[in-house]
Nanobody, 119 residues
Framework: QIQLVESGGGSVQAGGSLRLSCATSKYTASNSCMGWFRRAPGREREGVAAIDTDGRTTYASSVNGRFTISLDIAKNTLYLQMNSLKPEDTAMYYC????????WGYGYWGQGTQVTVSS
């Protein structure tokens, strides 16, 4: 069974930084497209960043240049480094995995970690 366990959320002032982590298994880390999503109260879930098995990354325009997604296969952990945080980044953040990078999208999700940015 694939498990994704996020950590690293918290409260920070605008302009600050946080690093989110998503621990998973060696198989998942080595064979999946993975991504970070977020959902703010009253808003739809949105994709934040993604990384494929070749290490190619994509970002939402709202975070491009401020957030960095990375995958440490040796530690079986996905990261999201978030710099220059803004109040509008406040949301529950989730990591997700698509084993085999199928056309069916992300089928596995973590429980989420809360990020709160105050002005």
């Amino acid at each position: 069974q694939i498990q994704l366990v996020e950590s690293g959320g918290g409260s920070v002032q605008a302009g600050g930084s946080l690093r989110l982590s998503c621990a998973t298994s060696k198989y998942t880390a080595s064979n999946s497209c993975m991504g970070w999503f977020r959902r703010a109260p009253g808003r739809e879930r949105e994709g934040v960043a993604a990384i494929d098995t070749d290490g190619r990354t994509t970002y939402a325009s709202s975070v491009n240049g401020r957030f960095t997604i990375s995958l440490d296969i040796a530690k079986n952990t996905l990261y999201l480094q978030m710099n220059s945080l803004k109040p509008e980044d406040t949301a529950m953040y989730y990591c997700a995995a698509d084993p085999g990078c199928t056309d069916w999208g992300y089928g596995y999700w973590g429980q989420g970690t809360q990020v709160t940015v105050s002005s």
